[in-house]
């Protein structure tokens, strides 16, 4: 594994869109970054502080159901839904990619993985054009971020 300052960046949605065509098994993690994750592959249920078998990460393989649609909007939804994890997690928490093993299931059906390899960081440039790319759909989508009653 390589030291997390030694990972390129990814910095389009095209990039991420040419990685997720070459590559399959690829997830997006945000958090502090693999030097931090990989100390202890586990994340932690955060309402109930249940540890879980992996990290928490998102599946960045384009579904069957997409078709023949762009494989960059399909990228910039998948990193739209999360954006908001870097205000609400704190300083230092962003968008990395890895390749790893399914190990089960979170809370919100997020899959969990272990043997992580770290590929890449997003970078925030990319998060803007996701953004940008959501906000040219012609849907108001939202975001998967749920607030208290």
Same mark, same amino acid.
Request: glycine residues 8%; proline residues 9%.
């Given at each position: 594994?390589?030291? &997390?300052? *030694?990972?390129?960046?990814?910095?389009?949605?095209?990039?991420?869109?040419?990685? +997720?065509? /070459? %590559?399959?098994?690829?997830?997006?993690?945000?958090?502090k970054g693999p030097g931090a994750d990989l100390e202890d592959v586990s994340s932690t249920d955060e309402l109930t502080g249940v540890p879980m078998p992996g990290l928490?990460?998102? &599946?960045? *393989?384009?579904?069957d159901w997409w078709e023949d649609r762009s494989v960059e909007l399909? +990228?910039? /939804? %998948?990193?739209?839904d999360y954006a908001h994890l870097p205000?609400?997690?704190?300083?230092?928490v962003r968008p990395w990619v890895l390749r790893g093993r399914e190990t089960?299931?979170?809370?919100?059906?997020?899959?969990l993985v272990a043997d992580v390899e770290p590929l890449c960081w997003i970078a925030d440039d990319v998060?803007?054009?996701a953004r940008e790319e959501v906000a040219r759909q012609e849907?108001?989508?939202?975001?998967l971020r749920r607030r208290g009653r």
């Open positions: 594994m390589s030291a &997390p300052e *030694d990972l390129p960046v990814v910095s389009t949605l095209a990039e991420v869109a040419r990685l +997720v065509e /070459r %590559r399959q098994g690829l997830y997006v993690r945000w958090s928490s990460a998102n &599946p960045l *393989d384009v579904e399909w +990228v910039a /939804r %998948r990193l739209y205000h609400d997690k704190g300083p230092g089960g299931r979170g809370p919100d059906n997020e899959p998060i803007d054009a849907r108001n989508w939202g975001t």
